[in-house]
């Protein structure tokens, strides 16, 4: 059995254009609601959360729903498009609105903006779940740690592809002086990303005709199930567990990306710059692990790459408080450990969603992939908010300990889930040399 490369790039497009976006989002939005609105920390801080509080009842919802869709385009298909096009449309207003209040500030226009800004979220919102599914509807079990290994690695394309056209098209000799900055060549590009990627994925993927999923070799965890059709409690125990886990690790990673800048400040006297270039390594590191960490978990087996990973990122981050008590600023060294947080992050994101997938059959992947992104959106809008106040109430030296005790916690709840590996059996004589074209 040999995965279909080409094929998984393909799909991976409308993750990309998921990336791109949120890559914009986080970094542009802000930026809009404090010096064109005038919003402070607080309330700019309150809409930029409003999108991982729509998360936990829109992907969930909208997976379950592209379960149950059956059009001549498939499952996923009409969610992505629709979605992506809504999106392309409502993201160019945001601009517009933008300068209109730069040049006449109402209190309507900023009401509008808001609005725009949720009705933007909720398409969004209406893809994500079926645009991510779409990759186990077309890959077998056995290899979707490594498709998700392509497929966050065109995410991360995705988040790159932006950043490197903000740097073009915004640099500080672009926009150096000027009161207003007029971000609707960024967002029209953007979109225009998206829909090119989204366009190529439908020309190429042909949904209704490469899925694998419901093929009877695909229902191997969802034959543990009982008469009546519902999950067997062992497996519903599993899932729990490891659903536990995905929230126990996206609160101790989640804190460190959102506070390590405001940290490093502080305790080290770092620059923004140099602070956001240690998550950068990190996030490099990841990028160059994730296919070799889906093609060994494929050898050692899901479960144990993921374990892994939890010591191994528990660990860093304990270190990280050791070199904060050592060290009287920033070293070097730490860009090692930054480079070890992305190798941990990569084995343990890699093979979650294949995991959580693995327990259902076809028919349920779109819900299972909503239940995964319920638990880690969950944390992720919990721990900015729980460290923040650890921090502010017992001090910033307790950052790494509070990430390094999360993650390690999900070592535990790991150690408690019985289902969702999948190994690859090795080919024996002739078949070792067949070959997927």
């Keep these: 059995m040999k995965l279909n490369a080409k094929r998984t790039i393909l799909t991976g497009l409308a993750f990309l254009s998921i990336c791109a976006f949120w890559q914009m989002y986080d970094n542009v939005v802000p930026i809009i609601l404090t010096e064109t609105f005038h919003l402070n920390e607080t309330w700019s801080g309150a809409i930029m959360a409003v999108d991982n509080l729509l998360a936990l009842f829109l992907l969930p919802f909208f997976g379950t729903l592209s379960d149950k869709c059956r059009s001549p385009m498939g499952k996923r298909m009409p969610f992505i498009l629709f979605g992506t096009a809504a999106a392309a449309v409502l993201m160019n207003i945001l601009p517009r609105i933008d300068n209109s209040y730069y040049a006449a500030p109402a209190q309507g226009k900023m009401l509008a903006f808001v609005a725009t800004l949720g009705l933007l979220l909720i398409a969004m919102g209406t893809y994500r779940s079926p645009a991510v599914a779409l990759m186990p509807d077309l ?38 002086g000027l009161e207003h900055v007029d971000y609707s060549l960024l967002f029209a590009v953007v979109s225009g990303i998206m829909i090119l990627a989204v366009a190529v994925l439908k020309l190429t993927i042909n949904e209704n005709k490469m899925r694998v999923a419901d093929q009877p070799e695909e229902k191997a965890e969802a034959a543990a199930t009982q008469p009546d059709g519902r999950m ?33 400040s502080r305790v080290w006297d770092m620059a923004l710059g140099d602070s956001s270039l240690c998550l950068t390594v990190a996030t490099v590191g990841a990028i160059l692990s994730y296919i070799p960490v889906g093609n060994v978990a494929t050898k050692v087996g899901r479960k144990k790459t ?25 070293s070097p060294i730490l860009y090692v450990l930054f480079a070890m947080v992305g190798l941990a992050w990569a084995s343990i994101n890699v093979n979650s969603l294949p995991m959580v997938v693995e327990m259902c059959s076809g028919k349920d992947i779109g819900k299972f992939t909503g239940y995964y992104y319920t638990f880690s959106m969950s944390a992720q809008s919990i721990t900015p908010i729980l460290a923040g106040w650890i921090m502010n109430n017992f001090g910033y030296q307790w950052l790494f300990p509070y990430a390094a005790f999360f993650v390690a916690c999900a070592f535990f709840t790991m150690r408690m889930v019985r289902h969702g590996d999948a190994k690859v059996e090795a080919k024996k004589g002739l078949e070792a040399f067949d070959v997927e074209e």
Excluded: H, Q
Aim: glycine fraction near 10%.
């Design 139 to 176: 890959t077998p079990k056995p290899l979707r740690s490594k498709a998700n290994a392509i497929i966050n690695l065109m995410g991360a394309i995705g988040g790159v592809l932006y950043l490197v056209l903000a740097s073009i098209l915004y640099s500080g000799k672009r926009v150096g």
């Design 232 to 264: 067997a409690p062992e497996v519903k125990r599993s899932l729990g567990f490891l659903l536990c886990s995905i929230c126990l690790w996206f609160v101790g990673y989640n804190a460190i990306t959102t506070w390590f800048t405001t940290y490093a």
């Design 306 to 330: 993921i374990s892994f990973g939890v010591v191994l990122l528990s660990s860093c981050f304990f270190m990280g408080f050791v070199f904060s008590k050592l060290l009287d600023g920033f």
